[in-house]
């Protein structure tokens, strides 16, 4: 097996490499957006330059990598999901020469980084799909998507019932008459994986990132490459969307874990521990397990998860049975509370209650950082950013949002850039006062920056820099694979985690009210004011507090 040393990787880059063999296993990996992170050049769109000059943010931050979404050539038609050029940096956030300055500069500062790969489709823009729709029915070309020919008289009715993702069908016609397949929107055509090129040509992307030096990829919908031979209709009316658990014939096929073992293999032919990471939304943890079989992917993330409200019971359930699962192949759970595609956590906990809602959200998160695995964090979450539900309907760029309720057209609220600084939009998000932001920001959002949260020991960024240092620190964090639950009154979760190095434990009370609970040791961190008692202490309402025992 050939064994690639990159250049981009530098040995001396992570020294910390083979203390930490398996990296991956308990990282806290952070999300960033690239359209949304930092505008280097001032023209209200984010950058890869931008990006490189916050990474020392990220650094002190605490996180172990960071996860880009994609920045690869698009008209963006889905915000980047719908990728012109695999190999390309699109102008708009910059060059190749930036994507290399970007991957050197993490690994300077000890980062790994990971790269989106979007293989379920492409965009109606990309050189394939262009020369299919040239080439006409029954040609080659066409075989590396899925063309058919329509239902009913003249053929004018779709091949299929399928719906997009997006809302309406998942087929559009073309001028000569077929219909092609997109799961996503009809600037989205879906590869037809049954075809070797689609194959060889994921194999050699991969391949073209890894040379360039990144740690790793996240697979934009994972589940979703291998439909169905035939493409049956599903025969039934509701709406599937992303976040369904419905069992579909473009979903969860079998045949996409050939795919990625595949990829695995391509993986261990680098150097360094190059992971992968699924955007798989299948009905059960168990069915995201096979996955992480060994021979497969690392981690996927953890939707179910996500998707659990503020409920102890909830809460417990999902954990366990989470880790169950992921036990059962050797792989790392993951957690997740935030992504771009979703509310963020801060408002969806709030039941209309802002300060609720981020009591909870930091709660929620101390939680996530205390179980065994690897956490993942979205941009802005460590500033305490809401999701902002007021954007005028003309400045909306989701494509969800024109194309009906397949999530609600509300991607965008949790898209908005950060605020880093300053008094005024765009907060230091570009670099002029005043100056543009692809979306806008709150005004209220000047007491977000991240610059007016430094340095204050109450605010949310120092609480995530706190908690982020500890479970770096305190053996008994993040490693392991299990959790010890300790009794617990109603609405309070209590679990022990030991490792030979010291015991922690980690109280949530997700009730309305305090709760006396008998005093497990002294306080790590908490995410409320806590006053632990000589035997008994006052667990204040939506809280969690990491102990040393
Ligand atoms: C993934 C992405 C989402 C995108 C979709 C289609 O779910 O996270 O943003 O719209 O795939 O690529």
Not at 301 to 320: H, K, P, Q, S
């Amino acid at each position: 097996m050939t064994q690639h040393v990159t250049t981009a990787l530098p040995a001396d880059a992570t020294p910390d490499d083979s203390a930490r063999r398996e990296w991956w296993r308990e990282a806290v990996i952070y999300q960033v957006y690239p359209r949304s992170f930092a505008d280097g050049n001032g023209d209200g769109m984010g950058d890869l330059p931008g990006i490189t000059a916050r990474l020392p943010y990220l650094k002190r931050l605490g996180v172990d990598a960071v996860w880009f979404s994609p920045f690869y050539a698009s008209p963006q038609a889905d915000a980047g999901y719908d990728v012109a050029d695999y190999r390309a940096v699109d102008p708009m956030f910059g060059t190749l020469t930036d994507a290399a300055e970007l991957v050197r500069e993490a690994h300077a500062l000890g980062l790994r980084v990971i790269v989106d790969v979007v293989p379920n489709h492409c965009s109606d823009q990309h050189a394939w799909f262009r020369e299919a729709l040239r080439a006409g029915p029954g040609s080659p070309p066409r075989e590396r998507f899925h063309f058919r020919s329509g239902k009913g008289e003249g053929g004018h009715l779709p091949p299929n019932d399928w719906e997009s993702v997006f809302g309406g069908p998942a087929w559009t016609r073309v001028e000569d008459g077929e219909w092609y397949l997109h799961l996503f929107a009809p600037e989205q055509p879906d590869f037809n994986w049954d075809h070797p090129a689609v194959h060889e040509e994921f194999h050699s992307i991969l391949r073209f990132w890894l040379d360039l030096g990144v740690d790793g990829f996240r697979i934009d919908v994972a589940h979703g490459l291998v439909k169905a031979a035939g493409l049956p209709d599903i025969g039934h009316e509701e709406q599937v969307s992303l976040l369904g658990k419905q069992s579909v014939p473009y979903f969860d096929q079998d045949g996409v874990h050939e795919i990625y073992r595949s990829w695995r293999r391509i993986l261990q032919e680098y150097a360094g521990e190059r992971i992968a990471v699924a955007e798989a939304w299948t009905p059960t943890v168990e069915r995201s397990a096979r996955y992480l079989r060994p021979d497969e992917l690392h981690q996927a993330f953890n939707f179910e998860y996500l998707t659990t409200g503020w409920d102890a019971d909830g809460l417990r359930d999902v954990i366990d049975r989470s880790l169950r699962a992921m036990n059962a192949v050797q792989a790392p759970a993951t957690w997740v509370l935030s992504n771009h595609d979703v509310v963020r956590h801060c408002t969806r906990f709030a039941d209309g209650d802002a300060a609720r809602g981020l009591r909870r959200a930091k709660a929620a998160t101390l939680l996530m950082l205390a179980l065994p695995g690897s956490a993942y964090l979205y941009q802005g979450e460590e500033l305490g950013l809401p999701e902002v539900t007021e954007l005028p309907d003309e400045v909306r760029q989701d494509p969800a949002f024109f194309r009906s309720t397949g999530q609600g057209g509300r991607r965008d609220g949790c898209r908005v850039p950060m605020p880093w600084s300053g008094q005024r939009a765009p907060f230091g998000f570009g670099p002029a006062e005043g100056g543009p932001s692809w979306l806008p920001q709150p005004a209220g959002w000047r007491d977000l920056t991240a610059e007016a949260q430094d340095g204050d020991p109450s605010s949310t960024l120092e609480f995530y820099r706190r908690a982020l240092a500890v479970r770096r620190e305190h053996p008994a964090l993040g490693a392991g694979r299990d959790v010890e639950w300790l009794d617990a009154p109603e609405g309070v979760l209590a679990f022990r985690r030991t490792s030979p190095r010291g015991t922690f434990v980690c109280t949530v009370n997700l009730s309305a009210a305090p709760v006396v609970y008998p005093t497990p040791g002294t306080v790590l961190v908490s995410s409320a004011d806590v006053t632990p008692g000589a035997t008994a202490t006052n667990l204040p309402a939506d809280s969690t507090v990491w102990w040393a025992a």
